[in-house]
């Protein structure tokens, strides 16, 4: 059962800080949609999932992280097919997959308190000017970055529940389990938070 994005290492990737490696993430992402060649996609596309995998994650668990993104880019690129030309489908295909490569390496290569006050630091600007609460701000990020995996665990472990009881294993009867579940989960943390005073409003 995954309990963090984050995969402890000592790679490059690792040793870089997260403000360069947001900013690397944020110009690849523009950059790419600038690039429509399919082979600099490929080559693009094949270094990013090298990138990922040298932050000394496995493969098999390098997939299953991603997984369901890979699934939304593989129904998309279908659709894809049916409005555009196989060429632009697949040039639109690689792109997405780059980035997601890229930003699947950062997460595994971050660990959250550092995503935390990265996020703040960013968001202080926008303090000063009255708009938000920093603090706020990178704490949202991080619980999210920290919970998406324990959403996960649970998906799974209710799809093993449904099949041990013989039950077809489909999304929709899983769904009102799971978002109950979340939503306990929220108020839990949401009444530590407001008793440590961490929002202090």
Known sequence: MLTSLHIEGTSL??????????AVLMGFGLA?????????????????GGLYLS??????????????????IAFLS???LVLLTPVETLVLTLRLLAILFLAAAVTASTAIGDFIAAITDLARPL????????????????LVLRFVPEIAARHEALK???????????MHRMLGALLIATLKDA??????IDARGIRRH
């Not at 990737?13 to 947001?22: A, E, G, M, Q, S």
């Open 13 to 22: 990737l690792h040793r870089i800080p997260v403000k360069p490696k947001l």
């Open 55 to 72: 932050t000394g994650i496995r493969p098999a668990q390098a997939f299953q992280r991603i997984r369901p993104v890979l699934f939304t």
């Open 127 to 142: 303090e000063r000017l009255g708009l938000i609460k920093a603090a706020d701000i990178g704490l949202a990020f991080g």
């Open 187 to 192: 108020d839990r943390i949401a009444e530590a």
């Open 32 to 48: 790419l949609y600038l690039v429509s060649n399919p082979f600099a996609l490929v080559l693009a596309t094949a270094l990013t």
């Open 160 to 170: 093993e529940a449904h099949a041990a009881r013989g039950l077809p294993v489909k």
């Open 78 to 80: 279908l659709v894809n």
